[in-house]
């Protein structure tokens, strides 16, 4: 948190938070990081989920995957809070996507098989960020976990 209120006060201010610009794409990917990091370690399964995510929900490549993901860590590097992003994502997606979203959250907190405290903390929060009540986020961990588990057969 330090380093981010440092890199905040040190860095260039014409980010794209300061601009006005964020796009619902960099959002959701700065929320994907943002859960596969909670606990302080940003896993090779969970990398791989955020990427496999990202492609299948937008249609990219391997590499503007890996320019979305950089340009999304350098934003939430930036960021103080998860509001921004979350407010995006509340103004240009349903109810019912901003439950998808948070399906493909749990599968990343999921991808390690591993939920830790951090996490638990952080999808909560999540979840009301986006607008969205304490069953929507249990119906989206039962699905995450069917389709991982249906994935796994």
């Known amino acids: 948190?330090?380093?981010?209120?440092?890199?905040?006060?040190?860095?260039?201010?014409?980010?794209?938070l300061d601009r006005g610009k964020l796009t619902p794409t960099v959002a959701i990917c700065t929320l994907l990081l943002e859960i596969a990091k909670a606990d302080g370690v940003f896993s090779d399964e969970e990398r791989q989920n955020v990427?496999?995510?990202?492609?299948?929900?937008?249609?990219?490549?391997?590499?503007?995957?890996?320019?979305?993901?950089?340009e999304a860590e350098q934003l939430r590097e930036q960021s103080l809070d998860l509001w921004s992003f979350t407010h995006v994502i509340?103004?240009?997606?349903?109810?019912?996507?901003?439950?998808?979203?948070l399906i493909e959250v749990w599968h990343v907190i999921l991808a390690d098989d591993v939920v830790d405290a951090h996490e638990d903390y952080l999808v909560r929060q999540l979840t009301r960020l986006l607008d969205l009540n304490h069953s929507d986020m249990i119906e989206a961990k039962i699905i995450a976990r069917q389709e991982r588990d249906d994935d796994e057969e």
């Open 1 to 16: 948190m330090l380093n981010r209120i440092q890199n905040l006060l040190t860095s260039d201010r014409s980010s794209a």
């Open 51 to 70: 990427v496999f995510i990202l492609r299948n929900w937008f249609d990219l490549t391997e590499q503007e995957s890996s320019e979305l993901i950089a």
């Open 90 to 101: 509340n103004q240009q997606f349903t109810r019912e996507e901003r439950v998808d979203i």
